[in-house]
């Protein structure tokens, strides 16, 4: 099963206010494991990038003037993305700005049946919780000591984690070899080497009065008591 964790950097909060995104990252899983092919693009805004976000994930004006503006990335994007889920923390904020990119190109809307949104999950699971990403690397104790600055392909990176560990883990103690199950002959008997002891019968004894009370519950039954046959 193949899913994309991704995240974006923009200029601001609203695409419908003129911000622009400045960054995309893409990590692709297969069975929710990270499988190296990533796809990382840092796009030109064509605009100026407040200060106020440029402390939040350090992409200056400067430093994207000379890349590839949407128009001309957006294709290679997806493409890689393909038709496969979209993992998202907190989707509604990148799905409004790639839909809304893609709708000035003149391209379709990627669907919302094609977004998870692990920050939903999150909240969903640990109910009146921090949900935030940080928060959730805490709480499944992920490194994200080099997070210093928001970063889309590193946040990418770190979701794929998290992600994985919302679904429950990796639970690697369940994980069963692929011969064994293929030949129904696993050895079961390698769990333990210590030969089972066998328990010796316990012996209860019955007090007396419980014993003829039982006996004359007996008696009033008469033929039919399974103690008699």
Known sequence: MREIVMDTETTGMDPYEGHRIVEIGCVE????????????????????????VVAVHGLTEEFLKDKKTFAETYHEFLEFI?????VIHNADFDMKFINHHLGEMGAAPIPSTQVIDSLKIARKKFPGSPASLD?????FHVDNSNRTLHGALLDSEILAEVYLELLGGRQTGLTLDNADMGSGTGDLTAQSSEPKKKREPRVFDIPTDELDAHNKMIETLGDKAVWNK
């Not at 393909?82 to 979209?86: I, V």
């Open 82 to 86: 393909g038709k496969d889920k979209l």
């Open 29 to 52: 899983t297969i069975n929710h494991i990270p499988t190296g092919n990533n796809l990382h693009i840092y796009i030109n805004p064509e605009r100026d990038v407040p200060a106020e």
């Open 135 to 139: 928060a959730l690397c805490k709480r």
